[in-house]
């Protein structure tokens, strides 16, 4: 497994925004599709968005999109969620993960690596 950092996290007010980073421990960052998931007290695990290898390639939650923004610089091996327009049902842990296949996937049982998570909440 490739350990897996986030962190950005935080306490912010409705319609803040917040970036959260994820860092990979792993010389070959570039050839791992990444995603964000995230998971709020009492509910499954739900993908946010996820970015292809290169980066040229998005794909977002209907929850997020239009607000949130996920990018990569695989020559810093890390990750990015930009968070705009926040709402009080954003509040969760968010979690990077990596997986091994070679498309985009929105099952977080399709992922391999995970990181510690990083917690959001926002308040009204």
């Known amino acids: 497994q490739v350990p897996l950092t986030e962190s950005g996290g935080g306490l912010v007010q409705v319609g803040d925004s917040l970036r959260l980073s994820c860092v990979a421990s792993?010389?070959?960052?570039?050839?791992?599709?990444m995603a964000w998931f995230r998971q709020a007290p009492g509910k499954e695990r739900e993908f946010v968005a996820a970015?292809?290898?290169?980066?040229?390639?998005?794909y977002y939650s209907d929850s997020v999109k239009g607000r949130f923004t996920i990018s990569r610089e695989n020559v810093k091996n890390s990750m990015y969620l930009h968070m705009d327009n926040l709402k009080p049902e954003d509040t969760a842990v968010y979690y990077c993960?990596?997986?091994?296949?070679?498309?985009?996937?929105?099952?977080?049982?399709?992922?391999?690596?995970w990181g510690q998570g990083t917690q959001v909440t926002v308040s009204s």
């Open positions: 970015i292809n290898r290169s980066g040229t390639s998005t």
């Open positions: 993960a990596l997986t091994y296949r070679s498309t985009l996937h929105t099952a977080p049982a399709d992922y391999n690596s």
């Open positions: 792993t010389d070959t960052f570039s050839v791992y599709f």
